[in-house]
């Protein structure tokens, strides 16, 4: 089998690709939401992958891997990562993770971290109601993930919240040592959502990046009665493009609350330090930034020989992206917590795949399909009347 082309649109707010093959299969895969500027740079892998047998996936890989970095500018390989999976699984008749070692478990459990109810404000009361509707969803998530301080608009809604000026335009990196009324501040907001969830549910906080490695370490430990799941990237994280295990280093071996980071990093050998020097407690790929499944399988392996945990990530990656992040926990080592739940970005993307009625969220936990492939594939006459002008030929072959 050999591909015969990639092509790429952007459907609601998710760049997809489609690799076709000149025995009719044809893979599919999303990268996360509101990245449609990388729809040039997708395509610049186009003529570097096409007469290649897609089934030879690292051999695919192999030649396009080095050409990524952080995020974002790991989701084109990543993409085309796990449309090679699709394809394989139904060259071969089976469920991916039958091709990633066969799965561990039937059902594999998800957090949430994208279905969301509107902050009325940065109080602890608005933490507090955000969060008692969330515990009720029918999904009845055992894990919620909130953000807060630098990661939310607490850090400029709340004044002088820390020894900086915020800047709340564009991308602007914010971050500086927190005023004591700020620190206290976040701890009121962690107390109330606490209260809420009153032992039923973790809570797993987002808080940046933007701390310092004192004040990360202080909240740590502040928390620590508290059984917090984890305080995830409050030094480098979301489009950060470096480690920094170092920091990390000032602050995890000096709380017993789980410091977890990694949704920014691209490929297996920009974890070994967080890894080998044991810098953080949990890690989170993100497989549509880091180059795939198979990359994520291995990152899991290496986590767990050094006794690291692995709840990955995922908010945007889209209904695709829940597909194939369901293939994959189900063959991860026993470190696995959880990963991050993706939502269709916008409503309609349920009305135009099939396979959704297999990956329903009951008790926080998804059923693991066997259909072969990725699971899910586009309903092209429904999916058509959403693409943009310049993407309609995206279902030609
Ligand atoms: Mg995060």
Not at 37 to 47: E, H, K, Q
Not at 156 to 185: L, Q
Not at 342 to 357: C, E, M, N, V
Request: negative net charge.
């Amino acid at each position: 089998m050999k591909i015969t082309d990639l092509k790429c649109a952007i459907l609601g707010n998710n760049p997809v690709i489609r690799i076709t093959t000149d025995e009719g299969l044809v893979g599919i895969a999303a990268g996360e939401s509101n990245k449609s500027y990388l729809n040039p740079m997708i395509m610049f892998y186009r003529d570097l992958i096409v007469g290649k047998d897609p089934t030879d996936v690292e051999r695919v890989m192999l030649s396009i891997r080095r050409l990524g970095a952080f995020k974002p500018w790991g989701t084109a390989v990543s993409m085309i990562e796990m449309a090679l999976w699709d394809i394989s699984g139904q060259a071969a008749d089976v469920p991916v993770y039958k091709l990633l070692g066969g799965k561990i478990r039937d059902r594999v459990r998800v957090y949430n971290g994208s279905i969301r109810f509107p902050l009325e404000g940065n109080q602890p009361e608005h933490y507090a109601d955000a969060m008692g509707k969330m515990k009720a969803l029918p999904e009845a998530f055992s894990i919620i993930k909130q953000a807060v301080g630098f990661h939310d608009s607490m850090y400029s809604n709340i004044e002088d919240f820390y020894y900086g000026t915020p800047v709340t335009e564009g991308r602007y990196p914010n971050r500086g040592p927190m005023t004591e009324k700020g620190f206290k501040h976040l701890i009121r907001c962690i107390e109330a959502m606490v209260e809420v969830l009153d032992g039923d549910v973790g809570l797993a906080l987002d808080c940046g990046p933007g701390m310092t490695p004192g004040d990360a370490l202080r909240l740590a430990k502040s928390v620590e009665d508290m059984h917090i799941t984890w305080l995830e990237d409050m030094l480098t994280g979301d489009y950060t493009p470096y480690v920094l295990s170092d920091l990390y280093l000032q602050v995890t071996p000096y709380t017993n609350t789980p410091i977890h980071t990694g949704e920014q990093i691209y490929l297996r050998q920009n974890f070994v330090d967080l890894i080998e020097r044991k810098a953080v407690n949990i890690i989170g790929p993100d497989p549509a930034d880091v180059g795939g499944l198979a990359e994520m399988k291995f990152i899991a392996e290496y986590a767990d020989l050094h006794g690291i945990l692995f709840a990955p990530h995922g908010t945007g990656d889209g209904l695709l992206g829940l597909a194939a992040l369901v293939q994959l926990a189900a063959t991860l080592p026993d470190n696995y917590i959880a990963f991050e739940l993706p939502s269709g970005d916008t409503k309609w993307w349920y009305d135009i795949l099939t396979g959704l009625d297999s990956l329903v969220v009951k008790d926080s936990h998804i059923t693991v399909p066997d259909i072969p492939g990725i699971g899910v594939k586009f309903i092209e006459q429904e999916a058509t009347k959403y693409l943009k002008e310049s993407d309609r030929d995206f279902f030609d072959d």
